[in-house]
């Protein structure tokens, strides 16, 4: 056959909605070749206008190009499968010498594809395969299972630890799409990936990045997306940093576009698998020529088809690779307006490194599953269950952290001296400071300085200071020679309720600071109600006591903290003025219950307890309808500042193993963040333990004023003491404030009792 340069023709031809308006724009007409050959024309039609079809028909026209014959492209502008058989039956009428088309629904484009065969014209397929027995005599493209597959194994690398994963896509009825899929799901077999139902956009731009952002908001685990079609990548990419979720929510796209490549140049796109689109047009073009001029046969095989497929072959990107591929187009010569001048990849952290210095060195917290015993019930316990498992889909080590709700801290004491004894004990558990000391004395806790000061794995200075000092220091044990053995969740304070209406009517502004005036005010509201209530509700248990005795200015831990003070100067005075308000009046002990009621009833103009009973006395000031206006504050004080009583339980890690012990750490600084903090506190009503977290509950303190007020207290905390007898010591206080009230000499009980309390100290110290 006699072959001649004609001018190359090709067209993007997009159609419009309108029915009028979908025959494609009529190509130039072709310089009229002789009358004895019929000019070669070839139809390449694609499926979606987007510049992944762009690089297609470049190819198309670098192919009709090269080899001399016409050739015309055209796409619909989204998915739309009626445009593609309508361009079908246009090419068919006009005689085309092939038609490649992609088809979007290979089913429903199949009768069409064999109306162009029956009449002579070579139909191939390119991109999306056809069906089974099809007329299409060979298919040019991906492998789209296998690429499915190896973009699925590359998000098994990615999320170690598994995750809920978004699938966007363009067509529910494309092969391709649905063959992507399946490999994926092939290639993270195995792994804890679950995968979400994908989300079809029918290759619509907007509509896939619509969806992108509601399956992200609709999964606040989100650990990653997959984009099986090139608009999938560029949307789940701007929904994620819409979300702020770069990094958190791993992202795996198909082929390599310009903002493709720039996803993964800007960290958003771990990896993508790149077609070789530009090659599908080019190979389409020239297949059909070499059917037209020698056969089908010779066609196929000088073009290497195996069983009907020419497979293109895939590169996988990551910003690791991303010079190399392009090294590699620019070699073969194929375009691209991207580029990587001025641009290096991140230095390629390695996830979970291990420390390569220090104590902690070598030691790999990798894949290390740490249960967590805690004492944390219902609305609670489902929060820590759906935190454990967002940090189990995301932390890069592949640490499984599994939280068992154990019972009452009691039960969890009885636990873990079983566990120690037979060295069965989990990777966390919770617990107070005594608590610690018995664990300790036993052998059974690590010592968490170890971890928090480590230069890979510890916290950083910034971090260290954002904790208030009070807290981190609690858990450090000087009769266990400054080892820390507990590091602080949340906390609760011993603050003093007033009630502010109250004390307006009777013509004070606002709530007492020093011990005088509280006295007064006490008095005032006692004489108010002449019938011996109406002042303050004198709680008599340990952690008042202790906190009277900060209030004034002392402590009842001896000075190194390894002994009891309760003798101390400032317990005396706060008790001779405790029993001075109860002897002229103004002060009582109320035994018959709660003192909430008693305080929302105006029998009490003051109480003191902890903050953890704010909600109480909310609902009992509502049960009786009362309008009061109340608040809380620092208990009244001989200080400058007000030093307050701060407690609460803390978590441990138990002495295992030290890769489970650092896991345990891993989770720990986690769940410590001070977002956490927050979302914590607003479930639980206690109080952060980092003053950033603090930051992040202005709109929970205008929903709770009483506890914005307590909130406020928390840089002046101190700490009762942290000893192994404290539980006991602490029935022993409550008896002996109680007999000073009852007259016993303050003095005299006060010695007794520290006598006691180090007694039993010792006692215990030495088993
Ligand atoms: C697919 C095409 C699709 C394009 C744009 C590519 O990944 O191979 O079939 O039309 O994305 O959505």
Same mark, same amino acid.
């Given at each position: 056959?006699?072959?001649?340069?004609?001018?190359?023709?090709?067209?993007?031809?997009?159609?419009?909605?309108?029915?009028?308006?979908?025959?494609?724009?009529?190509?130039?007409?072709?310089?009229?070749?002789?009358?004895?050959?019929?000019?070669?024309?070839?139809?390449?039609?694609?499926?979606?206008?987007?510049?992944?079809?762009?690089?297609?028909?470049?190819?198309?026209?670098?192919?009709?190009?090269?080899?001399?014959?016409?050739?015309?492209?055209?796409?619909?502008?989204?998915?739309?499968?009626?445009?593609?058989?309508?361009?079908?039956?246009?090419?068919?009428?006009?005689?085309?010498?092939?038609?490649?088309?992609?088809?979007?629904?290979?089913?429903?484009?199949?009768?069409?594809?064999?109306?162009? &065969?029956?009449?002579?014209?070579?139909?191939?397929?390119?991109?999306?395969?056809?069906?089974?027995?099809?007329?299409?005599?060979?298919?040019?493209?991906?492998?789209?299972?296998?690429?499915?597959?190896?973009?699925?194994?590359?998000?098994?690398?990615?999320?170690?630890?598994?995750?809920?994963?978004?699938?966007?896509?363009?067509?529910?009825?494309?092969? @391709?799409?649905?063959?992507?899929?399946?490999?994926?799901?092939?290639?993270?077999?195995?792994?804890?990936?679950?995968?979400?139902?994908?989300?079809?956009?029918?290759?619509?731009?907007?509509?896939?990045?619509?969806?992108?952002?509601?399956?992200?908001?609709?999964?606040?685990?989100?650990?990653?997306?997959?984009?099986?079609?090139?608009?999938?990548?560029?949307?789940?990419?701007?929904?994620?940093?819409?979300?702020?979720?770069?990094?958190?929510?791993?992202?795996?796209?198909?082929?390599?576009?310009?903002?493709?490549? @720039?996803?993964?140049?800007?960290?958003?796109?771990?990896?993508?698998?790149?077609?070789?689109?530009?090659?599908?047009?080019?190979?389409?073009?020239?297949?059909?020529?070499?059917?037209?001029?020698?056969?089908?046969? &010779?066609?196929?095989?000088?073009?290497?088809?195996?069983?009907?497929?020419?497979?293109?072959?895939?590169?996988?990107?990551?910003?690791?690779?991303?010079?190399?591929?392009?090294?590699?187009?620019?070699?073969?010569?194929?375009?691209?307006?991207?580029?990587?001048?001025?641009?290096?990849?991140?230095?390629?952290?390695?996830?979970?490194?291990?420390?390569?210095?220090?104590?902690?060195?070598?030691?790999?917290?990798?894949?290390?599953?740490?249960?967590?015993?805690?004492?944390?019930?219902?609305?609670?316990?489902?929060?820590?269950?759906?935190?454990?498992?967002?940090?189990?889909?995301?932390?890069?080590?592949?640490?499984?952290?599994?939280?068992?709700?154990?019972?009452?801290?009691?039960?969890?004491?009885?636990?873990? @001296?079983?566990?120690?004894?037979?060295?069965?004990?989990?990777?966390?558990?919770?617990?107070?400071?005594?608590?610690?000391?018995?664990?300790?004395?036993? +052998?059974?806790?690590?010592?968490?300085?170890?971890?928090?000061?480590? $230069?890979?794995?510890?916290?950083?200075?910034?971090?260290?200071?954002?904790?208030?000092?009070?807290?981190?220091?609690?858990?450090?044990? $000087? /009769?266990?020679?400054?080892?820390?053995?507990?590091?602080?969740?949340?906390?609760?304070?011993?603050?003093?309720?007033?009630?502010?209406?109250?004390?307006?009517?009777?013509?004070?502004?606002?709530?007492?600071?020093? $011990?005088?005036?509280?006295?007064?005010?006490?008095?005032?509201?006692?004489?108010?109600?002449?019938?011996?209530?109406?002042?303050?509700?004198?709680?008599?248990?340990?952690?008042?006591?202790?906190?009277?005795?900060?209030?004034?200015?002392?402590?009842?831990?001896?000075?190194?903290?390894?002994?009891?003070?309760?003798?101390?100067?400032?317990?005396?005075?706060?008790?001779?003025?405790?029993?001075?308000?109860?002897?002229?009046?103004?002060?009582?002990?109320?035994?018959?219950?709660?003192?909430?009621?008693?305080?929302?009833?105006?029998?009490?103009?003051?109480?003191?307890?902890?903050?953890? +009973?704010?909600?109480?006395?909310?609902?009992?000031?509502?049960?009786?309808?009362?309008?009061?206006?109340?608040?809380?504050?620092?208990?009244?004080?001989?200080?400058?500042?007000?030093?307050?009583?701060?407690? +609460?339980?803390?978590?441990?890690?138990?002495?295992?193993?030290?890769?489970?012990?650092?896991?345990?750490?891993?989770?720990?600084?986690?769940?410590?963040?001070?977002?956490?903090?927050?979302?914590?506190?607003?479930?639980?009503?206690?109080?952060?333990?980092?003053?950033?977290? &603090?930051?992040?509950?202005?709109?929970?303190?205008?929903?709770? $004023?009483?506890?914005?007020?307590?909130?406020?207290?928390?840089?002046?905390?101190?700490?009762?003491?942290?000893?192994?007898?404290?539980?006991?010591?602490?029935?022993? /206080?409550?008896?002996?404030?109680?007999?000073?009230?009852? +007259?016993?000499?303050?003095?005299?009980?006060?010695?007794?009792?520290?006598?006691?309390?180090?007694?039993?100290?010792?006692?215990?110290?030495?088993?």
């Amino acid at each position: 056959m006699k072959t001649r340069l004609f001018t190359i023709l090709a067209a993007v031809v997009v159609l419009s909605m309108v029915v009028s308006a979908c025959a494609p724009k009529a190509a130039p007409t072709p310089t009229k070749p002789p009358e004895e050959a019929k000019p070669i024309k070839i139809v390449v039609i694609g499926k979606s206008v987007h510049p992944y079809w762009s690089n297609v028909e470049k190819g198309t026209v670098a192919a009709a190009k090269d080899l001399g014959v016409e050739a015309i492209f055209f796409v619909p502008p989204k998915e739309d499968v009626a445009a593609q058989i309508q361009t079908m039956e246009t090419y068919i009428a006009q005689g085309v010498t092939g038609i490649a088309i992609a088809p979007s629904d290979p089913n429903a484009l199949e009768p069409v594809m064999k109306k162009a &065969a029956d009449a002579g014209i070579f139909v191939t397929t390119l991109d999306t395969p056809p069906i089974d027995g099809s007329v299409s005599l060979v298919y040019i493209g991906t492998n789209n299972y296998s690429a499915g597959k190896t973009a699925g194994e590359a998000m098994a690398k990615l999320l170690p630890g598994g995750g809920k994963v978004g699938i966007g896509r363009g067509s529910d009825t494309a092969l @391709n799409a649905l063959q992507r899929t399946d490999g994926f799901l092939e290639g993270i077999k195995g792994t804890a990936i679950e995968t979400l139902e994908p989300v079809n956009d029918k290759e619509d731009a907007a509509t896939a990045l619509q969806l992108a952002n509601s399956v992200i908001s609709a999964n606040p685990n989100l650990a990653g997306a997959f984009g099986v079609y090139a608009y999938n990548g560029p949307a789940w990419a701007t929904a994620i940093k819409e979300a702020n979720a770069v990094g958190k929510i791993k992202l795996v796209s198909f082929d390599a576009t310009t903002d493709i490549i @720039n996803g993964i140049k800007e960290g958003v796109i771990d990896a993508t698998v790149a077609q070789r689109e530009y090659d599908m047009g080019y190979k389409s073009v020239g297949i059909i020529k070499l059917m037209a001029e020698k056969g089908v046969d &010779a066609a196929l095989s000088e073009m290497g088809a195996v069983e009907g497929i020419i497979d293109t072959g895939v590169d996988v990107i990551t910003a690791a690779t991303l010079k190399d591929y392009e090294a590699t187009l620019d070699k073969k010569g194929i375009p691209h307006e991207w580029d990587t001048a001025g641009w290096e990849p991140a230095k390629a952290v390695e996830p979970c490194a291990l420390a390569t210095e220090g104590p902690l060195a070598g030691v790999d917290p990798r894949g290390q599953a740490v249960v967590w015993w805690h004492q944390h019930s219902q609305m609670r316990e489902e929060w820590l269950l759906e935190k454990a498992e967002e940090f189990n889909t995301t932390n890069e080590c592949g640490i499984t952290v599994v939280p068992e709700y154990q019972g009452s801290y009691n039960d969890i004491r009885d636990k873990m @001296n079983a566990g120690i004894a037979t060295g069965e004990l989990p990777g966390l558990t919770v617990g107070y400071q005594n608590d610690q000391a018995f664990y300790a004395l036993a +052998g059974g806790l690590a010592d968490m300085n170890l971890y928090i000061d480590d $230069p890979k794995w510890g916290l950083t200075a910034e971090e260290r200071a954002d904790f208030y000092e009070a807290f981190l220091q609690q858990g450090v044990h $000087p /009769a266990f020679g400054g080892q820390r053995l507990g590091f602080p969740p949340n906390r609760s304070i011993e603050v003093l309720f007033y009630n502010q209406t109250w004390l307006e009517e009777l013509g004070f502004d606002g709530p007492p600071t020093t $011990p005088e005036e509280f006295r007064e005010m006490a008095c005032a509201a006692a004489a108010a109600n002449a019938d011996g209530t109406g002042g303050f509700i004198i709680n008599t248990e340990a952690s008042s006591l202790a906190a009277w005795t900060f209030a004034f200015g002392g402590d009842i831990s001896n000075e190194d903290r390894t002994g009891y003070m309760y003798n101390g100067q400032a317990t005396i005075d706060a008790l001779t003025f405790l029993k001075g308000m109860s002897d002229d009046g103004c002060a009582y002990i109320f035994t018959e219950g709660y003192p909430d009621p008693e305080f929302a009833a105006r029998r009490a103009s003051f109480t003191d307890g902890s903050s953890s +009973g704010i909600p109480y006395y909310f609902s009992d000031m509502e049960t009786i309808g009362s309008t009061d206006v109340w608040g809380v504050t620092a208990i009244p004080h001989t200080t400058s500042d007000p030093v307050m009583n701060i407690y +609460g339980g803390d978590i441990m890690i138990p002495a295992t193993t030290p890769e489970t012990q650092l896991a345990a750490w891993i989770f720990l600084q986690w769940f410590l963040s001070p977002e956490l903090q927050a979302e914590w506190d607003k479930i639980s009503g206690y109080f952060p333990t980092r003053a950033s977290a &603090a930051g992040l509950l202005t709109d929970y303190v205008d929903e709770n $004023p009483q506890w914005g007020q307590a909130l406020a207290l928390l840089p002046y905390g101190t700490y009762e003491p942290q000893l192994i007898s404290y539980q006991s010591v602490r029935d022993a /206080a409550v008896q002996a404030f109680n007999e000073i009230l009852q +007259g016993a000499d303050i003095k005299t009980t006060l010695d007794a009792l520290t006598k006691e309390a180090n007694e039993l100290q010792a006692e215990l110290m030495e088993e």
